[in-house]
């Protein structure tokens, strides 16, 4: 494990030699320490990555080169994919099948962006049919400058892919800030990225609080482009602040995603997904579907599978076999949790879980957990918890569940399941939200455009619209200088 940021290509301590404590939720255990970075550290990073981009050669490099690089980079992270894994068990408390899963994803992410950095080589120029006499032109892309990435904690390693990745296959340097709940795993990326033959000072991480590293960021007049995932207060901070400069932002931001059920859906099926929807990585989803709408014909069947077979989850720690929910991923994350299900009781009727399990009081485990016959102003309906917390309700028309779905002041994910295809399309197409699931719910492919309507976010990520989001877009246009043009001296000449 690192216990230094990456600057300029070398493990360095932070300049002021403050460190912080890497706590794991399933014991509330310090098990390491990591430098607490500030702003002098962050101005550091910027500058090497400022330096890095106006020197070159990583911009100027041709895709095919740097795409070269982002492959080695996935390649190692495939290589050490168990080691990286545990590591994220450890920090995150997140159970090993889906750290696995995180991490062959993060390798794929790498190796899709090379694949994309390659292809840039072909197309990063078009020529625009102007229809002018005397003129070409023609598009070119470059890469935006100086990124500046600030991440969450939920998939540490996978979130920070989704962002260094395409930064890098676009050409820009940057500088990234993991969360400071979960740094350790985003720290290895500085020797993956050495190894892989990444000039020194494109990718620089510095790990610290939000307030201090990540404040100083988002403010740093020498980064180009903010992108950011996390919660809707810290995202409009980072968007206000990017004002100043007139930075470019992205943003992917928080949900409460509906998952609407059909009653020609198999019960089991719904049951599967509905669970996987909200119990996944603990409910730590940011498109998590945490409001079910059940079709009244099939309500009372399907929540009492459903209470069933949340009761049998094995809660444990991430590392023990066959357990699906580990501890949330901090001591202050699980009073949040256990914060809001508390008044939740008072306004909506508590099914099942609701607290701490028996015997693991010692780690940061929530039970899981559904809420039923609330109205629709609840605030546990309305509002994100990020935790196994789901709501239902049932629903009568397929008009009243769209109303239902749709009336939230976010629009990230949006799921329905029906057997009737049209009518899931149908729906589908009704969402006001950027991710829609038909019979399923979450899962994720690097090459599908991802990110939020409304409150959800700014952007997308993923697949050819998150190298977007590194590229500037360069008119040049050409005048053929053997045709006459004197409009001026014409004029004042007369
Ligand atoms: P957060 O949004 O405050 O933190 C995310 C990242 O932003 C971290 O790297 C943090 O250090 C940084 N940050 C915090 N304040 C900052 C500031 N003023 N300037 C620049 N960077 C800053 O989320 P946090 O505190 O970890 O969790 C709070 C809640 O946010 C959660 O309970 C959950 O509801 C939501 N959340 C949503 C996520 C998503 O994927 N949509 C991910 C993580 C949290
Ligand atoms: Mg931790």
New binding site residues.
């Given amino acids: 494990m690192k216990d230094q940021m990456f600057i300029h290509g070398d493990y360095v301590g932070s300049a002021s030699g403050a460190m912080f404590d890497v706590v794991d939720p399933s014991n509330r255990e310090v098990f390491h320490r990591v430098p607490r970075g500030n702003g002098e550290d962050i101005d550091r990073a910027v500058k090497a990555a400022r330096k890095a981009f106006d020197d070159g050669p990583w911009p100027h490099m041709s895709g095919s080169e740097r795409g070269a690089v982002l492959r080695r980079m996935g390649d190692l992270i495939a290589e050490r994919r168990d080691e990286l894994a545990r590591l994220e068990v450890r920090d995150n408390g997140k159970p090993l099948p889906e750290a696995l899963w995180d991490i062959d994803d993060t390798a794929g992410v790498f190796h899709f962006y090379a694949d994309l950095a390659e292809r840039l080589d072909n197309n990063a120029e078009e020529d625009i049919p102007l229809g002018a006499e005397g003129f070409t032109s023609k598009a070119v892309k470059e890469p935006v400058g100086v990124a500046g990435a ?5 998939f540490p390693l996978l979130m920070a892919s989704w962002k260094v990745a395409p930064a890098l296959a676009a050409g820009c340097s940057m500088v990234l ?5 979960t740094p350790i795993t985003a720290l290895e990326l500085g020797d993956i990225a050495r190894k892989s033959g990444l000039p020194s000072g494109v990718l620089n991480i510095v790990t610290g ?3 201090e590293a ?2 100083a ?2 403010e740093h007049p020498g980064v180009d482009k903010l992108a ?4 809707v207060p ?2 409009s ?2 968007m206000a602040t990017a004002a100043r400069y007139i930075k470019t932002v992205s943003l ?3 949900g409460k995603s509906p998952l609407v059920v059909f009653a020609d859906t198999p019960i089991d099926e719904a049951v599967a997904w509905i669970m996987f929807g909200i119990f996944w990585n603990q409910g730590e989803v ?1 498109s998590a579907t945490s409001r079910v709408l059940i079709e009244e014909a099939i309500y009372e069947p399907l929540m009492a599978r459903l209470v069933e077979e949340a009761r049998k989850i094995e809660i444990g720690h991430g590392l023990e076999d066959g357990v699906l929910h580990g501890p949330l991923v901090s001591q202050s ?1 699980h009073e ?1 949790v256990l914060a809001c299900i508390e008044p939740g009781k008072s306004e909506a009727r508590l099914v099942t879980g609701g607290g701490v399990p028996k015997g693991l009081e010692a780690g940061c485990y929530v039970e899981p957990t559904i809420f039923a016959d609330m109205d629709e102003s609840a605030w546990i309906w309305r509002e ?1 918890i ?1 935790g196994p917390v789901v709501c239902v309700k049932p629903f009568r028309t397929e008009d009243e569940a769209v109303r239902m779905a749709n009336d939230s002041r976010f629009g990230l994910g949006a799921a329905v399941m029906s057997a009737d295809l049209d009518r899931a399309e149908r729906v589908a197409g009704a969402f006001r939200a950027g991710i829609v699931w038909i019979n399923c719910s979450q899962p994720t492919f690097t090459k599908a455009p991802w990110g939020g309507y409304k409150q959800s976010g700014v952007g997308r990520e993923l697949g050819e619209w998150g190298l977007n989001n590194y590229l500037e877009t360069k008119q040049i246009t050409t005048f053929d200088r053997s045709r006459p043009w004197g409009w001026y001296l014409k004029n004042t000449n007369g």
Avoid: D, H, V, Y
Avoid at 228 to 231: D, E, H, M, N, Y
């Fill in positions: 600030i991440i969450p904690w939920n800030k993991p969360s400071e709940l609080f939000g307030p990540g404040r960021l988002a950011f995932t996390g919660s810290t995202g901070r980072i992917e931001l928080g940011c994350q949040k994100e990020f």
